[in-house]
């Protein structure tokens, strides 16, 4: 039997997952052999001035990685790692020994409205099977009003005329950028982007150009570069909590940005998805362009994801591509779901809902305030989701897996690189695919650890 201590003092998180990640890193670093026995649960807890239960949790920790054996009647014993330097499979963090989620940035489900009660009062309405037939292709006078309405909450004015309903907001950027490019050209884009922009970019043969970024988003001399150097006609942007660093632009950003379009002649694809989240955000970018402005306004993340109902605003003299586009790609939208969220829109429901989901998402936000290190991240105090700007020698690939090791997944950055650039160094940590406070507490406090002890030495090549 072994003397093994593990060094645990000064680690973040739970004291079970401490002890299975001591055991990895010393196992990996060649202080504990394959076939070693450790100390019994018993007495490992008394060097430590931990209950068993505690240990017992991670060896069972352990045993899942891989890292140790447990034979019945003699105890605990090291395993051989497949490859020096790297920790065998994903440790259980959240629901039923699947990874605490991190990485998807998802609605807040626990607040979703009821959708039950949604579906009695369609039903006592006497007319549901309407609902089943095609609908007009850029959706009926009364839902296009409701997404006006939407639109309207956002800081936007624009008539019904001008609506276009979708399924989801990747959907409106796939209909904007088909109606507005033609195969082989280039669109502009902040040099860190939606993931989703860069699919359906691929999807329709379009060519993505990144333009350099700051704390408030786009750089409006290195927009205007881009765009003379390229010869683009089209810019997607998201303005107000930017995705992945939650950059939100001031009034006089959106006002230098709109000098640019106007003087390149460019037409915006601004995605707002995030809009209800920022705090005094100014008013969308589109309000100063609207001739050339395609706004989208989705109710994914305020309302509920799978509704899959987002509204896409544009000059009227464009709404004719964008229903061609809309009908190659979906022939007809599916009613039930756009007849739900107009509802909901129309009755204050969208409303309450909306707060709830500010509110918590403040409540998650100022959980992470207490967990991780000041100053090492960027955020906003509603975001769903935080930029995590990770120290040297650490690369978003390592703490990615590593992260995953401690069954934590979060976003790597080279998700949102456009070009041929270097992924820089961060993460995206979302707050909201979490279950519970716990959940995301347990996930961030590993995330925390990490940040501290640094990356495992990788092993030498002679």
Same mark, same amino acid.
């Given at each position: 039997?072994?003397?093994w ?20 890193e010393?196992l ?5 052999v394959?076939?070693?026995?450790l100390p019994t ?16 949790? =991670?060896?069972? @920790? ?8 447990g ?6 014993f ?10 065998h ?22 607040d ?31 839902h296009r @009003?409701?997404g ?12 019904a @005329? ?6 989801g907001?990747?959907h ?10 033609k ?7 902040e ?13 329709l ?6 333009v ?14 881009a ?16 995705n992945?660093?939650t ?8 006002d ?8 390149r ?21 589109? =309000? ?5 402005a395609f ?6 993340? $305020? ?7 987002a ?11 964008l ?13 039930l ?29 100022n959980?992470a ?5 000041a100053?090492r991240?960027?955020?906003a ?7 995590? @700007?990770?120290p040297?020698?650490?690369?978003a ?9 401690r ?9 949102f ?21 716990r959940?995301?507490?347990?996930g961030?406090?590993?995330l925390a650890?990490? $940040? ?11």
């Open positions: 039997m072994t003397s201590l593990p060094e645990i003092d000064g680690r973040a998180g739970p004291r079970y997952l401490a002890i299975a990640d001591c055991l990895g010393d990996a670093r060649g202080r504990l394959p076939g070693q026995q649960h018993r007495e490992l807890a008394a060097k430590l001035g931990l209950t068993v239960g505690t240990v017992s949790r =991670a060896y069972a @920790e352990a045993e899942h990685r891989g890292l140790v054996r034979e019945v009647g003699r105890g605990t090291v395993c051989e790692l497949d490859e020096p330097g790297e920790l499979g994903v440790a259980p963090g959240g629901s039923g020994g699947a990874p605490i989620d991190l990485a998807l940035n998802l609605s807040l489900s626990a979703d409205p009821d959708l039950a009660g949604a579906l009695r009062s369609l039903l006592q309405r006497g007319d549901l099977a309407g609902l089943l037939a095609y609908q007009p292709l850029a959706g009926s006078r009364r @009003e409701a006006a309405e939407w639109i309207a909450r956002h800081g936007l004015r624009v008539a @005329e001008q609506v276009v309903i979708t399924a907001a990747q409106a950027i796939t209909v904007a950028l088909s109606a507005l490019c195969p082989g050209e280039t669109v502009l884009t040099a860190l982007t939606y993931p989703g922009l860069k699919t359906a970019a691929q999807l043969g379009l060519t993505l150009s990144p350099a970024i700051d704390g408030e988003g786009l750089v409006p001399a290195a927009l205007d570069h765009a003379r150097r390229a010869g683009a006609r089209v810019l997607y942007c998201m303005p107000s909590l930017h992945p660093t950059a939100t632009m001031s009034q006089a950003r959106r230098a940005i709109a000098d640019v379009v106007h003087s002649g460019l037409n915006v694809i601004e995605d707002d998805v995030h809009g209800l989240l920022a705090v005094e955000a100014a008013p969308p970018l589109s =309000a100063r362009i609207a001739p050339r706004y989208i306004a989705s109710t994914s993340k $305020l309302l509920a994801g799978g509704l899959r109902v509204f896409l605003a544009a000059p009227a003299d464009r709404i004719e591509q229903t061609f586009a809309v009908t190659a790609s979906l022939w007809a939208l599916p009613a779901n756009v007849e739900v969220a107009a509802r909901w829109i129309a009755d204050g429901t969208a409303a309450e809902v909306a707060a709830r989901k500010q509110r918590e998402a403040a409540v998650r936000q959980l305030r207490e967990l991780l290190p100053g991240y960027r955020s105090p509603r975001s769903y989701f935080l930029w995590l @700007e990770l040297a020698p650490w690369r690939d390592r703490f990615v897996r590593a992260a995953r090791e069954g934590v997944a979060v976003a790597p950055s080279e998700a690189t456009v070009g041929d650039a270097a992924p820089p160094a961060a993460v995206r940590v979302s707050l909201s695919a979490a279950r519970d406070h959940e995301l507490a347990d961030l406090q590993m650890g990490l $940040l501290e002890r640094g990356p495992v030495p990788e092993p030498a090549i002679v």
